[in-house]
T-cell receptor
Framework: AQSVTQLGSHVSVSEGALVLLRCNYS??????LFWYVQYPNQGLQLLLK??????LVKGINGFEAEFKKSETSFHLTKPSAHMSDAAEYFC???????????????FGKGTKLSVKP | DSGVTQTPKHLITATGQRVTLRCSPR?????VYWYQQSLDQGLQFLIQ???????AKGNILERFSAQQFPDLHSELNLSSLELGDSALYFC?????????????FGEGSRLTVL
């Protein structure tokens, strides 16, 4: 069965500093991996996804993530944090029972990012 | 705006009662998903429908049921409500429902059970 672990429920960075949000997954088949962002009182919005091909994936708002199969990781980074990046970030893996995709996503517990001025 | 509409936005009810949450997917999307978000459990997948048929089931309680109608809107019915059912319930939609594409989330329905 697939699962996702996000290290750190809260991360605080200064404006302009590097953002690193960690995600490790467990999957017996090649995973499809996603990062979603949730701003206060809003639904989740896709930041980026990895399905196949290039392992470094670029997303919206300057975020990127690298799929590392050997480390079973899909960490999210942004070189320079902005105040508007303060939100909760969720890593997710596509539910791939039997090798096919069920279509639904299995989410991590989320990491709340705070950005200090 | 994701294009996914959920109603009601807020709902307060008592234990033992029954409520219905409604979701209109993004225009053209055939698949609808329901998720429950709570502080202790995080985002839990409940159920997925594709073009009116149930496609996948997650941690959905027997007291909960859902359906997708011919016009593709979906309803999640929660009955015999307990305090622990208080949560934010999200609906999401996607075009194909195959896990490759993006899920578009509504703003959620916040249920409070007193």
């Amino acid at each position: 069965a697939q699962s996702v672990t996000q290290l750190g429920s809260h991360v605080s960075v200064s404006e302009g500093a590097l953002v690193l949000l960690r995600c490790n997954y467990s999957s017996s088949v090649p995973p499809y991996l996603f990062w979603y962002v949730q701003y206060p009182n809003q639904g989740l919005q896709l930041l980026l996804k990895y399905t196949t091909g290039a392992t470094l994936v670029k997303g919206i708002n300057g975020f990127e993530a690298e799929f590392k199969k050997s480390e079973t990781s899909f960490h999210l980074t942004k070189p320079s944090a902005h105040m508007s990046d303060a939100a909760e970030y969720f890593c997710a893996v596509s539910d791939r029972r039997g090798g096919g995709s069920q279509g639904n996503l299995i989410f991590g517990k989320g990491t709340k990012l705070s950005v200090k001025p | 705006d994701s294009g996914v509409t959920q109603t009601p936005k807020h709902l307060i009810t008592a234990t033992g009662q029954r409520v219905t949450l409604r979701c209109s997917p993004r225009s053209g999307d055939l698949s609808v998903y329901w998720y429950q978000q709570s502080l202790d459990q995080g985002l839990q997948f409940l159920i997925q429908y594709y073009n009116g048929e149930e496609r996948a089931k997650g941690n959905i309680l027997e007291r909960f049921s859902a359906q997708q109608f011919p016009d593709l809107h979906s309803e999640l019915n929660l009955s015999s409500l307990e305090l622990g059912d208080s949560a934010l319930y999200f609906c999401a939609s996607s075009l194909t429902g195959d896990g490759f594409g993006e899920l578009f989330f509504g703003e959620g329905s916040r249920l409070t059970v007193l």
